[in-house]
């Protein structure tokens, strides 16, 4: 069972491990998620990026455009590897790399990030915090079944953590996913498990069916203060500010 973390550096600990564990299963190309609205893609990739180092890969990271490329490199002491904007052409895929990350690519970029996923051949791929969720849009109908089907169907996801209103919702590969809900006492407890990502029908069936198992006329438990949500939400002030 996936232990849930109390802290953004908890979470992406638990991140690398999960990558780790889908390159080592074969797992071509993967997702890796850590949803709130105020956590930016690149303190993320600082954090998440030494795993592949750990590992011995050949790895670069592509980031949406070329000036957040070029952020990155300056904030992180022009590493060694390659850091570079889906949208600049040299280096793309060369012989030696084993792994591309994509940080938060979004619909804008999705087809460039789509053709280097197909250049990259049997290499590995990690989209970090995609922005990919509503990337059907951009096609309506046929065009947008054609692009799940083609692209986003192939991306696993390997680790993803998103609070919710009084629960959590987390996968960590190679685990299945888990609902934890937040209790009265003030502790988050394992409410389901699935073996695919749960819509929003499947998590309310589970929440509604806990609050009839505390009685009739039992609220939800809000979200504690303290412990999870606030921690992580101070880890995250402090990587953005």
Known sequence: MTALPTTLEEAIHQARVAVSAAIAAGVGRMTVELVDPELKGMPVAQEF??????????????????GAAALARRDWGNPEFVIR?????????????????FVEPSAVEVSQVEEICNLAGDRFIVMLNPKLEDVATIGIGYAGRQLRERFLSTLEPVYYLRPLEAAVLVRAYPAPWQLWQATPEGRYDLAAEFPQRPGGEAIDRVLMADAARLGDGAEAAP???????SELQSFIRALTQ
């Not at 990026?49 to 070329?66: C, E, M, N």
């Not at 889906?86 to 591309?100: R, T």
């Open 49 to 66: 990026y030494p795993v592949l180092q750990d590992l011995g890969l050949t790895f670069k990271i592509y980031f949406p455009d070329a």
């Open 223 to 229: 979200p504690r203060r303290g412990g999870f949500l």
């Open 85 to 101: 904007g889906v949208d600049e052409l040299g280096g793309q895929v060369e012989a030696a790399d084993q792994v591309y990350v």
